[in-house]
């Protein structure tokens, strides 16, 4: 058996702040402000694995109200998932993501954040696509404003 999930974030960009995508720190100019480290790639990803077994978003499991959880790695929130989706007696078959934000330029850090997500989840990391673009100067993330992050998973069961 087969199940999917979506997941996908936003975070507002701000001068003086980390930009942590993937677990990777990013060298650039603006980082990305939120209760955690704002890490929009791991937290689309952990909401597309809540999702696919329609467990909630990461919200309902990790309130940005709880300072449990103030400047928190967000490799917590998706190890905590991916244990929720092994309980089920799911596996991932493969995650496809995109990150979107107008600079600096992912596209050097892609193999980094594949391989940190791969250890993360500890799964190979050709079942981790990570894909990056900008927004065309569009809008709040094309102005610079934001970053985005969208994710789906396949979770497959055999038994
Ligand atoms: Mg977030």
């Keep these: 058996m087969f199940k999917i999930g979506f997941g996908n974030d936003i975070h507002r960009l701000e001068v003086g702040r980390k930009l942590i995508l993937g677990g990777v720190p ?17 937290h689309a ?49 493969n995650i496809d993501s995109i990150i979107t934000i107008e600079q600096p330029k992912i596209k050097p850090y ?7 997500v791969s250890n993360i989840l500890m799964i190979s990391v050709d079942r981790i696509s990570v894909k990056a673009k900008t927004h065309e100067g569009l809008d709040s993330v094309g102005l ?7 994710a789906v998973v396949l979770i497959g069961r055999f038994n």
């Design 26 to 42: 990013i060298p650039s100019e603006k980082g990305a402000v939120g209760h955690s480290d704002a890490d929009a790639l791991l």
């Design 110 to 116: 892609i193999s980094e954040i594949r391989e940190n």
């Design 45 to 93: 990803i952990t909401d597309a694995l809540l999702g696919s077994l329609a467990l909630g978003d990461i919200g309902s499991h990790f309130s940005d109200r709880d300072e449990k959880w103030k400047d928190a790695d967000s490799a917590v929130f998706l190890r905590s998932a991916i244990e929720l989706v092994r309980a089920e007696q799911f596996e991932i078959e």
């Design 144 to 150: 610079g404003g934001a970053v985005k992050a969208e």
